[in-house]
């Protein structure tokens, strides 16, 4: 299991433009939002992931690690699934706490701009991880493909459990709570296939959101695949 801690996440976003055509008051409100992240100390990047080896030969029900996930959209159209990269990562507790006490203060123009970077940063620390997942898979030479959540269409919302547990989640001080809710909330977790000659996905997870065509994440995300 791999863990990284404390790292600088705000540099990057630092230097991001907004996404689209912002308005001076967007940017306005976001460098303020950049400024009091760094200012008060509100972001405490981390991730952690595990390459686990599959236990049995790969089927709907992939077995590893002691648990099982039902995961049908992971298997291969080619090539051969030998394990799952299964990831998490945080911001901490510290942004959405001030985020609330902002909407609290009925500053909520603020407030949207600093749990906007939240989202930002997460997915920011998100590429980061399976950046170094995928030159850990590399390395060994194997190939890494697709990414699923708990709660897309391809894998179930109780499936959390079990993609935290794998992933080392409470190294890093995520738990789960009721209605399967990581704290912080602030966090995210990812599932994808890890083998031999895995071709590229023919799908995304964000196929089925009805936000797709406006999505920030997703443009910032096509913007990143462009320019690697």
Not at 21 to 31: C, G, K, L, T, Y
Not at 36 to 50: C, I
Not at 135 to 141: I, N, P
């Amino acid at each position: 299991m791999a863990v990284a801690l404390g790292f600088d996440i705000l540099r990057q976003a630092q230097a991001a433009p907004l996404n689209g055509r912002p308005s001076p008051a967007r940017n306005r409100r976001r460098a303020q939002a950049l400024a009091m992240a760094r200012d008060e100390a509100l972001v405490n990047a981390a991730y952690s992931y595990h390459i686990v080896t599959l236990e049995a030969p790969p089927a709907p029900l992939l077995q590893a690690g002691g648990e099982s996930l039902e995961a049908p959209w992971l298997l291969p159209a080619s090539g051969q699934l030998t394990a799952l990269a299964c990831g998490v990562c945080t911001l901490g507790p510290a942004l959405e706490r001030r985020v609330s006490e902002l909407f609290a203060q009925r500053r909520a123009s603020l407030a949207m701009a600093l749990d906007e970077l939240g989202n930002e940063l997460l997915f920011d620390i998100s590429r980061r991880a399976q950046d170094r997942m995928q030159a850990e898979v590399g390395r060994s030479g194997l190939s890494m493909s697709g990414e699923l959540r708990a709660g897309d269409p391809g894998l179930a919302l109780e499936a959390q459990g079990a993609v935290l547990r794998l992933a080392g989640a409470d190294s890093i001080g995520i738990s789960l709570g009721a209605g399967f809710l990581m704290h912080p909330m602030k966090s995210t977790s990812m599932v994808l296939g890890v083998g031999m000659n895995l071709p590229a996905s023919s799908w995304s997870r964000c196929d089925t959101c009805n936000s797709r065509a406006r999505c920030g994440v997703r443009l910032r995300a096509l913007a990143s695949a462009e320019t690697a």
